[in-house]
């Protein structure tokens, strides 16, 4: 039976064993809504990097980058981390350099000793449910959170993952339990829970990104599977 757990913030990853496992990477709040809306959308690849300087070399080369500080587009990046933007027609094709407060981050540790990260957001869960049952390997949630804080909204896709799961994995440990827990009570509204009470959602609120709120709370947008491959995120 496949294994599951959840690490609800990258600062606690030291704690759990990645190697032998697929870690699924989810920062809902925009980072990895934004690979999974446009890679689906006809973005060819998206190359996560932890910091700006390393974007701005991709940028030196004629790469399309994108990202944020704290919530706002870096200044010299083409576009930020609106997953609008990064479904416009003229990224089709190309690749994108992201760097983000917390997602990017999150994946660069992943990456590091899993066996295959994959990007996860709510409008792809499904996918990866299918994948896993596939693949039999045991798994590693992690959820980006907010600067070292577990957040609502990723908290919530490990649970919805883990709800599609549950008849067919073991749940070893108690984040993941939380998660569940969490998810089965706010499934029926989850738009609204997240946007009326995830700290981060508050935080886009007061940077006008209410309709990135609505459309990252959506389950099942889209049917991809975003996986790392070498430095870049595609579709498989």
């Known amino acids: 039976m496949i294994k599951i757990e959840t690490c609800l913030t990258p600062e606690i990853l030291h704690l759990h064993q990645l190697e032998g496992k697929i870690a699924v990477v989810t920062d809902v709040l925009r980072a990895t809504s934004c690979m999974v809306a446009g890679l689906n959308a006809g973005v060819k690849s998206v190359i996560p990097v932890k910091k700006v300087e390393e974007a701005l070399t991709y940028a030196a080369k004629g790469y399309v980058t994108a990202g944020e500080r ?33 997602g990017t981050v999150a994946i660069d540790a992943a990456r590091k000793s899993a066996d295959q990260v994959v990007i996860g957001a709510l409008l792809n869960v499904s996918s990866i449910g299918r994948y896993i049952k596939e693949q039999q390997k045991d798994v590693i949630i992690i959820c980006a959170g907010w600067k070292g804080n577990p957040s609502l909204e990723d908290t919530l896709f490990a649970g919805a993952l883990v709800d599609q799961l549950k008849d067919e994995v073991e749940i070893t440990d108690d984040a ?41 709370a959506t389950e099942d947008y889209c049917d991809v599977l975003p996986i790392l491959n070498g430095d870049e995120i595609t579709i498989k």
Do not use: W
């Open 176 to 216: 993941t339990y939380m998660a569940l827990s969490q998810y089965q009570s706010a499934k029926n509204n989850l738009s609204e829970v997240i946007q009326n009470h995830a700290s981060h959602a508050k935080r886009l609120s007061g940077l006008k990104a209410q309709n990135d709120l609505a459309f990252c």
């Open 70 to 102: 704290g919530g706002v587009k870096v200044e010299e990046f083409t576009i930020g981390n609106s997953p609008y933007e990064h479904m416009e027609e003229a990224y089709h094709g190309k690749s994108i350099c992201m760097t983000t407060t917390n």
